[in-house]
DNA sequence: GCGACAG
DNA sequence: ATCTTGTCGC
């Protein structure tokens, strides 16, 4: 390492990148990758953040997974406090996801984040930052390549690869769409994620539905609240 | 050094 | 992510 340009203009005073890099190599160590979720996954929370002005809005929630149906909803408002810089996603983010979830009355078994986990050059994404403060089973879910390389696809399943290792899994939920990406965040396996992920997909949409559910609403809440 | 780069 | 109307197609 060494060397690290980032848009410089918009980081707060105080901000080292050299710290957060410190963080992050912390939460990579911190992150468990064995299955904490039992083997009936009845409900998950899906989390999304929109930003208008200076402000962020989180919404946060929980979807059953026999009727797909969602069955709380958390919406929570804060200054942004951080510019968005790719790899330092979470620094931005965190903070209004997290105060979106704990707006949540129901109980929920697994989190779905709107970003990566473990697929970050330093195994430390978004997912696995939130995954570790709200301490329960997270999956992350992007909807672009940040790092890595697809390796052959098996089905509608592919490796992502990075430095020689699988760290991601590209995941073709619906046939003509692009496909999205699958990682771990806390507490559970990769295969475990994306078999949940799948669970969770409803036949010919391309996100898994407590995310789809979360970025509705979180559209809404935009535009009502600011 | 160049280019790429989740949301 | 956000700024933005209609429009082509299943």
């Known amino acids: 390492m ?9 980081i707060p005073k105080g901000f080292l990148v050299e710290r957060a890099r410190y963080a992050q190599r912390r939460i990579a160590e911190l992150v468990i990758e064995e299955d904490f979720v039992g083997t009936h996954v009845r409900r998950a929370a899906g989390v999304d953040v929109s930003f208008r002005e200076n402000y962020a809005i989180g919404v946060a929630v929980v979807v ?11 919406i929570a408002k804060t200054e942004v406090r951080f510019p968005y810089i790719p790899t330092l996603l979470g620094f931005r983010e ?3 996801a997290y105060k979106a979830l ?6 929920y078994d697994v989190l779905f984040v709107d970003g990566n986990g473990r697929l970050h ?3 430390a994404g978004f997912a696995c930052q939130l995954g570790l403060v709200i301490d329960k089973p997270t999956i992350g879910v992007a909807k672009s390549l940040l790092i890595g390389e697809i390796g052959n696809w098996n ?5 992502v690869i990075y430095q020689g290792e699988t760290i991601g899994v590209a995941l073709k939920t619906s046939p003509r769409a692009k496909p999205i990406y699958v990682s771990v965040g806390h507490k559970i396996s990769l295969w475990k994620a994306v ?4 669970d969770f997909t409803r036949t010919g949409l391309r996100e ?5 559910q979360a970025h509705n609403y979180s559209v809404k809440a935009r535009r009502e609240i600011c």
């Open 64 to 74: 059953d997974r026999d009727t797909f149906s969602v069955i709380d909803v958390s």
């Open 2 to 10: 060494g060397w690290e340009r980032v848009r410089h203009s918009e």
């Open 208 to 212: 898994p539905e407590p995310l789809r």
């Open 121 to 123: 050059p330093y195994r």
């Open 94 to 96: 965190t903070y209004p």
């Open 195 to 198: 078999q949940v992920t799948r």
């Open 155 to 159: 089905n509608d399943v592919a490796p």
């Open 102 to 107: 704990k707006g949540l009355r129901e109980e």
